[in-house]
């Protein structure tokens, strides 16, 4: 009886897959209304290519035609949050739900696939970067961007904000005349994974306010200066908080010294941003409160190490953390490591 009223429930726009009951399917219209919510993830389960060719906007990539995908969702996804997945048509999207709930996930599957998401006439991109939507104390709308590394792209609001913009970074390159131009740029220090001329022209006019620390000021002879505990009133409903990033660890302090460099604090319409910067778990964090969003830096030598990552973690307590600037270090273990903290773990592209 419960088989033939879930088949019966499938006129409508969301029910559960007949025949599977560990996952439900959702027609065009109800998907696109489901992911319109910021703690809903969108999974594009397709190959590389297809995904470079057009997908959804915000879209997290993960072929589950690979033998690690599983290994890799774990990684990228939260059992708290309903996965929205598509493929091509949805038979793809449909093994991969299938999977993932079999694991504890909450997932959603689009009838039809992108197919029927494009024939409906709904948006597809070809922008890579992944894009993470959090909503502000009033219910306005923050998306951040994951260029590269440390460079993160973030809207509010009809404002663009960017912090350490950099062109190229190994073989990843940025185009940032394909993107707005900036109404504030914020750059923690001088390192060239963070400090980039080209990028700061490209992004700047003349209502840019470009927001550094003494040390990039100097270098090129512009921009405001803020130093570590220094604040900001940027906007009625914005503010900035300048706090410490360096180095503790012996033999690490000539990277970044003490008293260089600057990590921020954004708050944005009540929504509290933590950027660390290039820094590692300093007794500074301890004073660190309130966080909804941290970005984290792991790259040992250079900052932190996972360890230190996880312990910075949990001094801090935000509700959601980015790894990000992790080069090559692996931040697949760190959200099993938090996983009793309350803490969402989201890893994006911040190699």
């Known amino acids: 009886m419960k088989k033939i009223l879930t088949c019966l429930l499938a006129t409508l726009g969301l029910s559960t897959a007949c025949g599977q009951q560990n996952f439900e399917n959702a027609d065009v219209q109800g998907f696109a209304e489901l992911i319109e919510n910021p703690d809903v993830v969108v999974l594009d389960v397709r190959t590389a290519s297809e995904y470079a060719e057009g997908h959804l906007v915000g879209a997290l990539h993960i072929d589950q035609g690979q033998s690690d995908f599983m290994e890799k969702a774990k990684a990228a996804l939260s059992k708290d949050k309903r996965v929205a997945i598509y493929c091509r048509s949805g038979r793809r999207s449909a093994n991969a739900a299938g999977r993932l709930a079999a694991e504890g996930y909450q997932c959603v599957n689009l009838k039809g696939g992108i197919l029927a998401w494009k024939e409906a006439g709904k948006v597809v991109t070809t922008d890579s970067y992944e894009v993470d939507v959090f909503k502000t104390k009033s219910g306005k709308t923050v998306k ?208």
């Open 144 to 351: 951040f961007h994951a260029l590269v590394h440390a460079s993160i792209r973030m809207e509010y609001d009809g404002k663009e904000i960017e912090i350490d913009p950099v062109t190229k970074l190994g073989n990843r390159t940025i185009d940032f005349t394909a993107m707005p131009k900036a109404n504030y740029i914020f750059v923690t220090h001088e390192h060239g994974d963070h400090f980039d001329r080209e990028a700061l022209k490209l992004l700047s006019d003349e209502k840019t306010r470009l927001i550094t620390n003494k040390r990039c000021a100097e270098m090129l002879g512009s921009g405001e200066i803020m130093a570590n505990g220094d604040q900001l009133q940027i906007a009625d409903d914005f503010t900035v908080e300048a706090v410490p990033a360096y180095n503790i660890t012996e033999g690490r302090t000539q990277f970044h010294p003490q008293g260089r460099d600057n990590g921020y604090i954004l708050t944005i319409d009540g929504l509290r941003i933590y950027i660390a910067g290039d820094t590692e778990d300093i007794p500074e964090m301890a004073s660190v409160k309130d966080i909804d969003i941290a970005f984290l830096p792991c790259n040992q030598p250079y900052t932190m190490t996972t360890e230190q990552l996880v312990k910075a973690a949990k001094t801090i307590k935000p509700k959601v953390l980015f790894p990000y600037h992790y080069g090559q270090t692996d931040v697949t273990n760190v959200p099993s490591q938090l996983q009793n903290d309350g803490i969402d773990v989201r890893i994006r592209h911040y190699e």
